[in-house]
């Protein structure tokens, strides 16, 4: 069946420290890709996404480019603040449901 | 505009009991959908309402079931609770059709305690 996963966490980085979260899925056909942020004690929040294949989503910084030869969707942001701490989950679209990775716990150190 | 709201933010129940949790969706989105995340895990789709029907269930027992009213407002009922049900429950919207209805909005979230 369609799954998501992601790079263990938790990664603790300085701040301005480049960023990058692993995603690889396995799917039928070709899902639209997500990726969600989930701040301490809070909902998720959609950050950024991609549709079709070479796509590029961006929001605040970060990126993701839709791959289909390797089916994955890296997250990358080339300067990270203390504010982006957060937990990072990566998704799939299936059949009307999202299908999320376990997540990864982002620290970002001053 | 007006997001996606859910109620109570956080509830405490002892095993057996049976529980209810409350959802607006965002304006203008008809279709509702409930997740279950447990600590430290990625949330688990449970069930989507569309237009007040079930439209696809994920992996949970029937003791799991929903509604949708004519607004979209959308409630999850829990019967029989089990330990292993606390976890914090998600709800999200999303517009009807095209492409548009795959982006989910959602909710803060309720804590559930089962003791």
């Known amino acids: 069946g369609n799954s998501v996963t992601q790079m263990e966490g938790p990664v603790t980085l300085s701040e301005e420290a480049f960023l990058t979260i692993n995603c690889t899925y396995t799917a039928t056909g070709y899902p639209s890709l997500f990726w969600y942020v989930q701040y301490p004690g809070e909902g998720l929040q959609l950050l950024l996404k991609?549709?079709?294949?070479?796509d590029k989503g961006s929001n605040k910084g970060f990126e993701a480019t839709y791959r289909k030869e390797t089916t994955s969707f890296h997250l990358e942001k080339g300067s990270v603040q203390v504010s982006d701490s957060a937990v990072y989950f990566c998704?799939?679209?299936?059949?009307?449901?999202?299908?999320f990775g376990q997540g990864t716990e982002l620290s970002v150190k001053p | 505009e007006t997001g996606v709201t859910q109620s109570p933010t956080h509830l405490i129940k002892t095993r057996g009991q049976q529980v209810t949790l409350r959802c607006s969706s965002q304006?203008?989105?008809?279709?509702v959908s409930w997740y279950q995340q447990a600590l430290g895990q990625g949330p688990q789709f449970i069930f989507q309402?569309?237009?007040?029907?079930?439209?696809g269930r994920g992996n949970f027992p029937p003791r799991f079931s929903g509604l949708q009213f004519p607004n979209y407002s959308s409630e999850l009922n829990v019967n029989a609770l089990e330990l292993d049900d606390s976890a914090l429950y998600l709800c999200?919207?999303?517009?009807?059709?095209?492409?548009?209805?795959?982006?989910?909005?959602f909710g803060p979230g309720t804590r559930l305690l089962v003791l």
């Open positions: 991609a549709t079709k294949a070479d």
């Open positions: 999200a919207s999303s517009p009807g059709g095209g492409r548009d209805q795959e982006t989910q909005y």
């Open positions: 304006s203008g989105h008809n279709t």
């Open positions: 309402y569309y237009r007040e029907e079930e439209n």
């Open positions: 998704a799939l679209h299936q059949g009307g449901k999202l299908i």
